[in-house]
């Protein structure tokens, strides 16, 4: 896809597509006198409800970061019953995805995911593959600084003597995919943390105090009519705009 550096990206008043980082999990269940690992598998559910919202409403990427490159910092036990979750709902959701037409995709450094795990990738991917419904992007031992460099990387192994845009869009995690129109955040936090870093250009940014696994259909709306007041110039005036585009 060609970046919105390059091209003005069509108008929609509808997100074509939607970036997400899933924040709170383990301060919700902390809330709740639960231990962390009950938060994660409650954000595992509200995703579920997320995916099938945004399928129905027309929505047709769904990008979201559920493990970092820095994620691996945390405790052992919790990285171990993340990597489990991960194979499990991986094995168990991804019939319904595909019974549902929706296609998945993970992206991400897999060289430190067990086999069992990269064999789960590949599986889901290869079975969801020739579904046209909504994608559903999953951003595993992800960073943005890596997805750029394992991308200049690439195209630098091919022999490009000049190392722009048009050749490194190839390489990028997400080059079948148009760049986000609304990134959210859940949690209270107010920082992109390495997600999506070339993508999000101009991506409109939407930040929420509400926890992940309370983040519901409403929370969601709530991020798409904040996403339809704002003015999208891409670099121009307000006054270049269509008049139906322009903001009082």
Request: net charge positive.
């Given at each position: 896809m060609t970046s919105s550096t390059q091209t003005i990206p069509e108008h929609r008043d509808l997100p074509r597509h939607i970036a997400v980082i899933m924040d709170g999990n383990g301060r919700w269940?902390?809330?709740?006198?639960?231990?962390?690992?009950?938060g994660h598998k409650k954000g595992l559910e509200v995703l579920e409800a997320l995916t099938a919202i945004c399928s129905r409403l027309g929505v047709d990427y769904l990008t979201v970061f559920a493990f970092s490159t820095e994620n691996w910092r945390r405790p052992q036990e919790e990285v171990g019953?993340?990597?489990?979750?991960?194979?499990?709902?991986l094995q168990k959701r991804v019939k319904k995805l595909h019974k549902?037409?929706?296609?998945?995709?993970?992206?991400g450094d897999r060289s430190r995911?067990?086999?069992s795990i990269v064999a789960g990738i590949e599986a889901a991917e290869a079975l969801?593959?020739?579904?046209?419904g909504l994608t559903l992007t999953i951003a595993a031992d992800y960073g943005?600084?890596?997805?750029i460099l394992q991308a200049a990387n690439q195209a630098l192994a091919t022999g490009v003597k000049v190392l722009d845009e048009a050749a490194l869009a190839p390489y990028l995690a997400l080059s079948e995919a148009p760049e986000p129109d609304l990134f959210i955040r859940t949690?209270?936090?107010?920082?992109?943390?390495?997600?999506?870093?070339?993508q999000l250009a101009?991506?409109?940014l939407y930040f929420t105090p509400v926890l992940w696994p309370d983040f519901d259909e409403a929370a969601l709306m709530h991020a798409v009519h904040s996403f339809q007041t704002r003015e999208r110039r891409f670099g121009r005036t307000s006054e270049q705009l269509p008049i139906h585009l322009q903001r009082p």
């Open positions: 269940a902390k809330k709740r006198l639960l231990p962390r690992v009950a019953f993340l990597m489990g979750l991960f194979l499990q709902s549902n037409g929706l296609r998945l995709k993970i992206i995911f067990a086999p969801t593959a020739n579904n046209t943005g600084r890596w997805d949690g209270g936090e107010t920082r992109i943390s390495n997600f999506l870093l070339w101009y991506t409109e």
